[in-house]
């Protein structure tokens, strides 16, 4: 079991930063991969920002250039960088950690934060 814990977010103008940060506690050594994701109302939930154990990373199109995803594999966190934000990335967004014990992956998810950009 993996347990996420979520921090940051809250109501920013466009244009404005954000830093949302995400804690995992429980049996971390399974973890391959974290990353981001994001629900609108009225949306599915879509991946934002993902980073694997190695550090490879990857963003949707609409983020790139202006979200940095980041990650201390020795503090089990995952952090990503919000600039130049629109009004378009209100969503709620929750932190998911990809993990593999033996045969069988799981995906586990943070309780959600709300990031409200306002025009």
């Known amino acids: 079991q993996v347990h996420l814990v979520e921090s940051g977010g809250g109501l920013v103008q466009a244009g404005g930063s954000l830093r949302l940060s995400c804690a995992a506690s429980?049996?971390?050594?399974?973890?391959?991969?974290m990353g981001w994701y994001r629900q609108a109302p009225g949306k599915q939930r879509e991946l934002v920002a993902i980073i694997s154990r190695g550090g490879s990373t990857n963003y949707t199109d609409s983020v790139k250039g202006r979200f940095t995803i980041s990650r201390d594999t020795a503090k089990n966190t995952v952090n990503v960088q919000m600039i130049s934000l629109k009004p378009e990335d209100t969503a709620v967004y929750y932190c998911?950690?990809?993990?593999?014990?033996?045969?069988?992956?799981?995906?586990?998810w943070g309780q959600g934060t709300q990031v409200t950009v306002s025009s």
């Open positions: 998911n950690a990809k993990s593999q014990e033996t045969y069988y992956k799981y995906d586990y």
């Open positions: 429980g049996s971390t050594f399974t973890i391959y991969a």
